[in-house]
């Protein structure tokens, strides 16, 4: 099977503008989670999505948002970019409780 | 809430040397735990799992842990390290009742291994 697919994989962009980031899971996972990795705040969870519908949510702004489709693949979305948001994006899809990462998208803010 | 713990940020270990990477949790729930590692410039790849059954697990490139719920701890150990056993390592837990709770893994603050020639 396909891993967990992120584009793109590389980004930059200026702050105030937005940015859509897609994760493409693992055929048959239904499940799709976010998560930010920074060198300050290390892995953080974003959000989780099962179903369309989001299950989860962590502890950020509402610049920060996500959806899932009929086919369970997935887009964040961040608005109004800040310097702080630059990270690497990762994205995982679940089968049951374990959890597979893609390469992550790389984003800087200037 | 849960919370993890990894003791040491950087590990440097000589090639063909064992190796062990703390990594200490405290939850309020019952948690399924893992190890990912995570080479420069990618993703994270899962190496081991414990969900249930034997407290000793066993992974992929030869690396081990073992779950301890006194301690709660769940130690990742290596007995020959190769020059590319060179990562961050990762250790997470999440909660058991998935359908309740969701699927969110709480990671520790990883361990840089350094393996010298």
């Known amino acids: 099977k396909a891993g967990v697919t992120q584009t793109p994989r590389y980004l930059i962009k200026t702050r105030g503008q937005q940015v859509t980031l897609s994760c493409s899971p693992i055929?048959?996972?239904?499940?799709v989670s976010w998560y930010q990795q920074t060198p300050g705040q290390g892995l953080q969870f974003l959000f989780e999505?099962?179903?369309?519908?989001?299950?989860n949510k962590g502890n950020f702004p509402g610049r920060f948002s996500g959806r899932q489709f009929s086919n369970s693949r997935s887009e964040m979305n961040v608005s109004t970019l800040e310097l702080g948001d630059s990270a690497l994006y990762l994205c995982?899809?679940?089968?049951?409780?374990?959890?597979?990462f893609g390469p992550g998208t790389r984003l800087l803010v200037l | 809430a849960q919370s993890v713990t990894q003791l040491d940020s950087q590990v440097p270990v000589f090639e063909e040397a064992p190796v062990e990477l703390r990594c200490n949790y405290s939850?309020?729930?019952?948690?399924?735990l893992f190890w990912y590692v995570q080479y420069p410039n990618q993703g994270l790849q899962l190496l081991l799992k414990?969900?249930?059954?034997?407290?000793l697990v066993k992974g992929i490139n030869g690396f081990e842990a073992e779950f301890n719920k006194s301690q709660t701890s769940f130690h990742l150990r290596k007995p020959s390290v190769h020059i590319s056993d060179t990562a961050e390592y990762f250790c997470?837990?999440?909660?058991?009742?998935?359908?309740?709770?969701?699927?969110?893994?709480?990671f520790g603050g990883g361990t840089r291994v350094l393996v010298k020639p």
């Open positions: 999505y099962f179903s369309e519908t989001q299950r």
């Open positions: 414990y969900l249930s059954g034997s407290t």
């Open positions: 995982a899809s679940s089968w049951r409780e374990t959890q597979y």
């Open positions: 055929s048959g996972h239904r499940s």
């Open positions: 939850s309020s729930v019952s948690v399924y």
């Open positions: 997470a837990v999440s909660d058991r009742e998935i359908k309740a709770a969701g699927n969110k893994l709480t």
